[in-house]
């Protein structure tokens, strides 16, 4: 019941702040442009490399907001104020970052859905590239909150989240691409890979909050 | 063992006696298993004398991995019981591991070249050691970033044990990735080593003679990095004092 009122604070918050969903998928968008401006416009090249680079840019999309995650939290109290709510702080976590997530990031796989067809796949193929990346969303934003909550406050914070989110984005990375890759291909694979798309989401459901709640703690001693 | 020394004037008459002697046993080690490697085995049949790189990669691979557990271990240690010294022991095992994944890195890529016919494949086990290596610079990079030490320490321990947690997935999804090109494991097997006798015998020298290095550096950071903190603790008495 609390926790839905912070999912729903939260979300609010990251509705109405900093462009909303608007600045992502904006930016998402614009990196979709580029792509095929720099790798050529060859229609094998951009339907063999475009799941990659959608699943990429999602990476990137996640990333750009990740500094002001716990930023304000650390400095303007709010962080105390959820310590002593007496709820567990994980919890919290979870509440918070799905929260924001759910406001901000919802437009990614609809932009993504478009642009898989612009990139030359089908339909059938695009559809399953967005909902693979609909079930990694979560999850990137569970580990981009992580890196955030360890390097909030810290000298360019956003490199340093930067580089400690890659290494645990890998797995997302492999199985969401692979899975728009298998579809446009034919492969029944694409389920198995959607599938674990999902798993992985759901592992970092399960286990992230914990480790951003160890970090938010080390920031409260 | 680790409660004992974790006592700075036990592990400082522990370090006194061990940093000559890991340091001696390695220039030794190394000596023999490069007199070995390089003189006195004969060439592999399949990979004539490229093979003599396998000398520094294999070791250099096995550190890399086993100087990252060393740090997660540590590191895990410190969060839970706040022993200082386990944090001296993660900070000063960083770099050196990092360094041993490069050197695995870049002596992988010179004998991939003639073998493989090219420098670099993303292949399962080469991606993941190019991980291990990002993994090394990421926990390198968040404790220069935070400026407060105490954080800074607890955050890098919570970072090497999520990172630790994270390697077997990594492994995974890689393998899943990807078909293996790089040899399988040689060594360790159900079956006994799949490696002929005048190879194991460098290679085993080596790994440990790598082994007493990589302890000997960081037996000597970890006591440097102590004796840096007892001159910032005097420094600060003597300004608070003036």
Known sequence: MRAGRIFLREARLGFAGGGGPAAPAAFFLACLTLAPLAIGQSPETLQAAGPGIICFVTLLAVLQGAERLFGEDVTDGTLEAYALSGMPLSIVALAKVLGVAAATMWPLPLVAWGAGIAYGLPAEAAGILALSLTAAIPGLCLITAMAAALAAGARRGGLVIALIAAPLAIPLMVFTASAGRASLAGDPAASANLMLSCASSLFLVALAPFAIAAALRARLE | ?242
Not at chain 2, 26 to 45: E, K, Q, T, V, Y
Not at chain 2, 67 to 87: G, P, T
Not at chain 2, 217 to 232: D, N
């Open chain 2, 1 to 242: 063992m680790i409660s004992y020394l974790a006592n700075p004037k036990r592990f400082e008459a522990f370090a006194r006696i061990a940093i000559p002697v890991c340091g001696g046993l390695a220039l030794l080690l190394i000596a023999a298993g490069l007199w070995f490697g390089l003189l006195d085995s004969p060439p592999d049949r399949y990979q004539g004398d490229t093979i003599r790189i396998m000398y520094v990669h294999v070791p250099a691979a096995w550190l890399g991995l086993g100087l990252y557990l060393a740090m997660a271990v540590a590191s895990f240690v410190y969060f839970i019981w706040r022993h200082n010294l386990a944090d001296v022991a993660a900070t000063a095992l960083a770099p050196v591991g990092a360094v041993f994944a490069a050197i695995c890195l870049v002596t992988g890529a010179i004998w991939g070249k003639p073998t493989w016919t090219v420098w670099w494949v993303w292949d399962a086990r080469l991606t993941s050691m190019l991980i291990q290596f990002l993994l090394f610079l990421g926990y390198i990079a968040l404790r220069a970033a935070i400026e407060d030490e105490r954080l800074a320490a607890r955050s890098a321990a919570i970072l090497a044990m999520v990172g630790l947690v994270n390697l077997p997935i990594v492994r995974f999804s890689v393998e899943w990735w990807d078909g293996l090109l790089h040899q399988g494991a040689t060594v360790f097997r159900a079956d006994g080593p799949a490696i002929h006798g005048s190879q194991l015998l460098p290679l085993m020298i080596m790994v440990f003679g790598f082994t007493f290095l990589a302890g000997w550096m960081v037996l000597y950071r970890m006591r440097s990095a102590i004796m840096s903190r007892k001159a910032g603790n005097l420094q600060r008495i003597r300004e608070a004092k003036a």
